[in-house]
Every structure is written in C-alpha cells, then in structure tokens.
C-alpha cells in the first residue's frame, strides 16, 4: 500500500478516536462523574458511556467507582446493547460483590438475557434459560433485597414463555396425530410449570387427546379438572361443552363439577 495513503488512514483512525471522547473528558473525578451523569440522564448514553469509561480509567480509585461501573451497564442497557451491557453488570457483580448496587446488577443481567430471547417462541430460546439461571442466582444470593419482588415477576415471565414453548411443541404433535409424542410436552407443561394459562391449555388438549382415543373416564375426569382449577380461562367454555359431549359417551353425568 502506498505510504502515504496508509499514513491518511492512521491519521484519519487516531483523530476518530479521539473524537469520541471531545466533549466529555474532565479534567477531575468529580467533574468527570457530573459529566457522564449530565448525559445519562439526557438520555445521551453512547457519550455517557464514554465518560463513565474515561473515568474508570483515569479515576478507578475513586469511593463511587462501582455506582461508575453500575451506570456503564446502564448505558448499554438502555441502549438495547444487551451482550456489552451483560459484561459490564458481571464486572460489577464480581469486583462490588458488597456493593449496594450488586443486586441490581446481577437482576438486570436476568433482564438482559430476557430481552434478548426472541418473543416467538418457535426460535431458539437458549437466553431465556439464561436469564432464569441468572434470576435464581439472584435471589439465592440477594435474599434480602427490596427486588426480590421484581425478581419473582420476572422468573415467572420467563417460565411462562418455556412453558409456552413446551405447549406448542406438544400441540404440533397432536396436530399431526401424534397422541403418544404429544402427550410427553403436554404433561411436562402441566407437572412442570406455574403458569395458569398455559398448564390450563395443555392439560385442554390431555382431555381431547383422552377423548379421541376413546378413554372417556381419563377426559371427563380432566376437563372436570380443568374447569375446577382454572375458572375464567380462555378455554373454559369449550371445556363445559366437551365434558358435556364426553358425559354423555359415558351416560354418566356424575362427574360434572358443581360449578357448571
């Protein structure tokens, strides 16, 4: 390459660099932490996590430095950079393990991880177990935090949408007539998760499922289940109205909950 042209290119490199932080260097801790602060809280948070950085490196011994740490994360999260963000919450966590602000942290990896994870449910949803890995690491280790709440919210957002998954992979089955395959996801969404909507709906198809291979007592005896534990489901109409059509297989109208 002609020298002159790789000259330009490492000028033209150096001053890019450098440009990033014009603006916001300070030329002590203090001045440098209101900087950064001033544009995080204008949203501003490419060039706050500049300043957050620029103090980290020039300041690290500063008695604030993991609020530092804690608002570098920030900006990444904010920002939806979600994998920058994950790595600087761990720095947090494991340099500030007593921190006040090591709860958040290791809580908002939780939050990245969900994020993260496609909302179809159809795809890969690898970060959605990392993110309850990473909720339940924070409510062993953080038992007395105030976000312990949110936390338990949290966990149970992402087992609804594994749970949801296991649904749909069950029902693919039972839409190909696939009873014995189907049955295997269905029953683990039952025995396995919390969520009412979705234990709700797989143990629906059980009760069809039982229905269609002529075991009228097992159907009956779920959609009776079903309408008894989980009243004001989506479903619970159609539930009425099958254990019905099952009873009436059975000519046994016995087992219809009080409730119908």
């Not at 042209?5 to 014009?22: A, K, N, P, R, V």
């Not at 600087?88 to 993260?116: H, M």
């Not at 993110?131 to 062993?140: G, L, M």
């Not at 039982?210 to 007592?217: C, G, I, L, R, S």
């Amino acid at each position: 390459m002609n020298r002159a042209i790789l000259t330009t290119i490492i000028l033209f490199l150096l001053l890019t660099g450098c440009s990033s932080t014009i603006g916001v260097r300070q030329d002590t801790a203090e001045g440098q932490y209101e900087k950064a602060m001033e544009l995080y809280n204008r949203g501003k948070y490419y060039h706050a996590s500049e300043a957050f950085r620029l103090l980290i490196f020039n300041f690290s011994g500063v008695s604030y430095i993991d609020s530092v740490q804690y608002y570098l994360g920030m900006c990444y999260f904010n920002d939806e950079d979600y994998i920058l963000a994950v790595a600087e919450f761990r720095r947090l966590v494991r340099s500030f393990p007593n921190s006040p602000l090591a709860d958040d942290g290791q809580l908002t990896i939780g939050k990245c991880y969900f994020l993260s994870a496609p909302r179809n449910t159809g795809l890969d949803q690898s970060d959605t177990y990392m993110a309850i890995n990473e909720v339940e690491n924070f409510i062993e280790d953080f038992p007395l935090s105030p976000l312990q709440s949110e936390a338990a919210d949290l966990l149970a957002q992402c087992r609804a949408r594994i749970a949801k998954k296991t649904f749909k992979n069950g029902e693919q089955y039972y839409k190909i007539g696939n009873y014995e395959s189907a049955r295997i996801y269905l029953e683990q969404v039952v025995t396995e998760f919390e969520s009412p909507e979705w234990r709700g709906c797989a143990l629906f198809v059980l009760a069809v499922i039982d229905e269609k291979q002529k075991k009228y007592d097992d159907s009956a005896s779920k959609f009776g289940n079903f309408i008894e534990t989980f009243p004001g489901h989506k479903w619970e109409k159609k539930a009425k109205s099958k254990l019905e059509d099952v009873q009436s297989l059975l000519g046994d109208t016995s087992v219809v909950s009080d409730s119908i």
